[in-house]
């Protein structure tokens, strides 16, 4: 009897090492993200219909990675196609009424794309489906996470004591790539009174023994993005900074026990701002709680939205105090909505660390 035909994926597996177990998996993964994809295709296409999109046009972006966007540089999805290619102008339909953009594309891009259709946010189709996670896309936050986390636990280990901000910046960009993070979104380290300004870039002030230290890494690992960001005190707290610095962890907890499906995004907020109220430090409480983060570092939810949570999203928590010329404090942490309620992602303590070098 003539035995049946050997397919590709058959013959690979029969010449790999080890039975081919290797490439098994690897096909086996392919075929569930494929799987994954389409049923993702599905509710695009249905959230475009209904938004009057007859196409999308997207760069490399969250937008491009959520529908599976590989080399680019743009990915097209119609109504009954979905391609990668290096004109998008061609593969938009004729007679297209709507176009939705990638809201990261370019001036140029825009006017290179030369369709006669409005053009709109992609955005207004794909952030609504981008808002709760698949338990997939859950795990690959929480690796993230875990790398995120494993970047700071290494930085309790570094000298502090006379380096400058900028250097130990520097350190700490090497130490996310060395962890495989694919982009660096922001990295943060601000001493003594820069602890207080938000938006402080990394300078030249010397790190001093009584020095408050704010620290904060936010990267992309696989796709996925993570921050966190904890407050040290170099050899020993300034006065009144322990004090304050135990009210913003009170409000991260307050937050967190709030944040379970059906509840307004806005309660977080409310929870987090009573802590602070009620401390006497409002007037210095940072302006949000939180954002939404997942293939991008700040999206939906957040916490001016009329948005409620669901099960499967995931926010990062972020009460933060900053008191002009004085001090400043922010922790910050990636929890995911479950149906049983909030789940941090990590694991990293909250307890204010005193560095000893």
């Known amino acids: 009897m003539t035995p049946p035909p050997r397919s590709p994926q058959d013959a690979a597996q029969d010449a790999a090492p080890g039975g081919g177990s290797a490439v098994r998996a690897e096909v086996e993964e392919a075929q569930l993200m494929s799987g994954r994809m389409s049923g993702r295709m599905v509710a695009v296409r249905e959230a475009m219909a209904g938004a009057g999109v ?6 490399p972006s969250p937008d491009f990675r959520f529908l599976g966007g590989g080399e680019g540089p743009y990915l097209v999805v119609t109504r009954d196609a979905v391609a990668e290619t290096a004109e998008p102008a061609r593969l938009v339909p004729e007679g297209a009424r709507r176009v939705g953009v990638d809201p990261e594309m370019r001036v140029r891009e825009l006017f290179g794309l030369a369709v006669e259709a409005e053009l709109v946010p992609a955005s207004a189709v794909l952030a609504p489906l981008r808002l709760r996670k698949e338990p997939y896309e859950i795990e690959a936050v929480a690796r993230a996470v875990a790398a995120a986390e494993e970047v700071l636990g290494q930085a309790r280990e570094l000298a502090w004591f006379g380096a400058g901000e900028r250097a130990m910046a520097r350190r700490l960009r090497s130490l996310l790539v060395e962890s495989g993070c694919e ?3 922001s990295l943060r380290v601000a001493a003594g009174e820069h602890t207080a300004r938000p938006a402080h870039a990394p300078g030249e002030r010397v790190i001093n023994p009584g020095d408050a230290l704010l620290v904060s890494v936010c990267g992309r690992w696989d796709g ?4 966190v960001a904890r407050v040290f005190a170099v050899a020993e707290p300034p006065e009144d900074f322990e004090a304050m610095y135990s009210v913003v962890a009170a409000a991260h907890r307050a937050g967190l026990s709030v944040m379970r499906p059906g509840v307004p995004v806005a309660a977080v907020s409310r929870a987090v701002g ?11 409480a940072a302006a949000h709680a939180g954002r939404g983060i997942g293939l991008g570092h700040d999206e939906g939810p957040r916490p001016g939205e009329d948005a409620v949570l669901a099960a499967g999203m995931t926010f990062c928590l972020e009460p933060a105090i900053y008191v002009p ?3 400043g404090a922010r922790v910050a942490d990636v929890v995911a909505c479950t149906d049983g309620g909030p789940l941090a992602l990590g694991t990293s303590p909250h307890s204010l660390t005193v560095l000893d070098r």
């Open 325 to 327: 010329d004085l001090f």
């Open 54 to 59: 007859d196409a999308l046009v997207l760069r």
């Open 274 to 284: 009573e802590v602070i109220d009620g401390s006497g430090y409002g007037r210095f």
């Open 224 to 227: 996925y993005c993570a921050e």
């Open 183 to 185: 982009e660096v979104l």
